[in-house]
């Protein structure tokens, strides 16, 4: 606290309700007068989820692993067919299970078979989580010790090693085996992000895309597909970029689209769209090198052209556990990089040469949010 704060009526009301739940006999009252027994079951059930998450993630992991929620996506399945697909005895599959079903992923049916519940229907249904899924392992093993990932914030981890430009003074370089697993993870997963960001703002206004640090080219496909008469660019390291020319090509989109391979913080970039995106991009590096990346897109655009800015951000209410737990974290170990609110984003573009800055809403904003700039 500054010397300068003073309390409001608000910080004084939490600061008492603090100290009163920190009261043993307070706790014990609340949780047997019928009044405050539910709201003390709701916070109870709330911390154990905190206590206990991670459990409960290794439980949908293993799911994952052995693919028990695909033996369903036909239709139930009894306990000794799942045993049989998923190669486990059926005591283990059974734990297995009733594990599931107390997620939500899967529900019982008659006749002692089992079938997909609604989480277990969303998450089969959505290939891009299923790799997060499997990717978060490495994540896992960072997060084994975080006090040391707060204290040291430069020895390589398991996330700095695999986003191989968070760290590489010469991402140009990088080869193609390098840079094939992130790209293959970020394809998958624009599943849940090109939809939000074309339907909160649809480029039909525009001629001419360019998707800086736009991976293997999924933002563009989905981009193309939608809009008629558009063309698209996707500029990023040269490996990802030929990985990028692959994936348009076979497509079907020859003559939509074109690929430029560079360095974004250190090459100029084409000055051939009417609108520019960054999609997953500045939260990943850290101030100073987000805004290098913004004068560099600037440049790029002539006055009245859009920008295009899509990413969770922090704060995002309603959302803070993806923003500021999942992403603040995620980036802490890979080593770059910070999620950002809505408004050190806009002061961010109003420092690099942007105005008439608005957010159009998405659907989910925990999964992304948008905010569109015009070059002034
Ligand atoms: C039909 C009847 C009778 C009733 C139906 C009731 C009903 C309407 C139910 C709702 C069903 C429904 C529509 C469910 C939909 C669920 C969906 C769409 C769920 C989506 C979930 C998405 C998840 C969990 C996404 C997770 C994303 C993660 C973890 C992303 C990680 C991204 C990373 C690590 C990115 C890295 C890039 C870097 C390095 C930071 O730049
Ligand atoms: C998190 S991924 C996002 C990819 C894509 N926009 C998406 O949302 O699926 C970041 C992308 O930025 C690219 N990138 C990182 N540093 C770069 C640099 N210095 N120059 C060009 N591209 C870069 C990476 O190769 C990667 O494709």
């Known amino acids: 606290m500054t010397d300068t704060a003073r309390d409001t009526f608000g910080d004084r009301f939490r600061d008492w309700r603090a100290r009163l739940l920190q009261k043993p006999a307070f706790i014990r009252w609340a949780t047997r007068f019928p009044l405050t027994r539910p709201l003390s079951r709701q916070k109870t059930r709330q911390l154990f989820d905190l206590v206990a998450g991670f459990v409960y993630t290794q439980i949908v992991t293993t799911c994952v692993r052995v693919k028990l929620l695909d033996q369903m996506a036909d239709g139930p399945a009894t ?177 939509r689209f074109e690929t430029a391979g560079g360095d974004f913080f250190s090459d100029t970039l084409p000055q051939s769209a009417d609108v520019i995106s960054l999609v997953r991009i500045l939260h990943d590096h850290d101030d100073d090198k987000a805004l290098q990346l913004l004068h560099q897109v600037r440049a790029a655009l002539d006055v009245g052209q859009t920008l295009l800015v899509a990413e969770p951000m922090a704060g995002t209410s309603g959302a803070q556990k993806a923003g500021d737990a999942y992403f603040g974290f995620y980036l802490l170990a890979m080593r770059s990089g910070r999620p950002r609110t809505e408004q050190e984003l806009r002061d961010f573009l109003q420092q690099t040469g942007f105005g008439r800055i608005h957010s159009p809403r998405t659907s989910s904003p925990l999964l992304t949010r948008v905010l569109i700039a015009l070059a002034v």
Do not use: C
């Open 79 to 255: 306990l000794a067919d799942l045993s049989r697909a998923i190669g486990l005895d059926e005591d283990a599959t059974l734990r297995l299970v009733r594990g599931a079903q107390a997620l939500e992923l899967i529900s019982p049916r008659s006749g002692g078979r089992y079938g997909l519940d609604e989480l277990g229907a969303a998450l089969l249904a959505n290939p891009g989580v299923i790799a997060m899924i499997e990717h978060h392992q490495l994540l896992y093993e960072d997060l084994r010790d975080p006090l040391a990932l707060l204290k040291d914030q430069k020895s390589p981890t398991a996330l700095s090693r695999y986003w191989a430009y968070a760290q590489s003074g010469a991402p140009n370089g990088l080869e193609a085996d390098a840079v094939g697993d992130y790209s293959a993870l970020m394809a998958a997963s624009q599943g849940f992000i090109s939809d939000e960001v074309l339907d909160a703002y649809p480029l039909a206004r525009h001629q001419r895309l360019m998707d800086v640090g736009g991976g293997e080219g999924r933002f563009a496909q989905a981009a193309l597909e939608r809009t008629p008469g558009l063309h698209a660019t996707v500029f990023d390291l040269p490996a990802v970029a030929d990985r990028a020319r692959h994936r348009l090509g076979s497509a079907g989109l020859a003559g």
